[in-house]
Nanobody, 128 residues
Framework: QVQLVESGGGLVQPGGSLRLSCAAS????????MGWFRQAPGKEREFVAA???????????YYADSVKGRFTISRDNAKNTVYLQMNSLKPEDTAGYYC??????????????????WGQGTQVTVSS
């Protein structure tokens, strides 16, 4: 099994930045995708970004339209850690952010139902 531990959430002013981290351990060989989803109170869980890989050097990244150009997902292969760099944060980015992992086809990375491992979540609050 794969275990995920997230860190990096917090309170930030509009226009500010945060970096979330998700460290994976366990049966890393069994997954090919890690993603970030978020959920605000009263709303459904929504896709934020994902990264898939094939081998060591081939990566593909995916973003929700609402974060494209502001958020960047990346992976440190040596540390089995995925990062979500969030810049130009807006109040509407406020949510619980969840890291997910699984064996996911590229066409399916935006659907949270396709991930079977989840982190505990970290809160991001964007407010002045």
């Amino acid at each position: 099994q794969v275990q995920l531990v997230e860190s990096g959430g917090g309170l930030v002013q509009p226009g500010g930045s945060l970096r979330l981290s998700c460290a994976a351990s366990g049966s890393i060989f069994s997954i090919n995708a890690m993603g970030w989803f978020r959920q605000a109170p009263g709303k459904e869980r929504e896709f934020v970004a994902a990264i898939t890989w094939s081998g060591v050097t081939r990566y593909y990244v995916y973003y929700a339209d609402s974060v494209k150009g502001r958020f960047t997902i990346s992976r440190d292969n040596a540390k089995n850690t995925v990062y979500l760099q969030m810049n130009s944060l807006k109040p509407e980015d406020t949510a619980g952010y969840y890291c997910a992992a699984g064996a996911v086809a590229q066409a399916m990375v935006r659907r949270f139902q396709n991930y079977d491992r989840w982190g505990q979540g970290t809160q991001v609050t964007v407010s002045s």
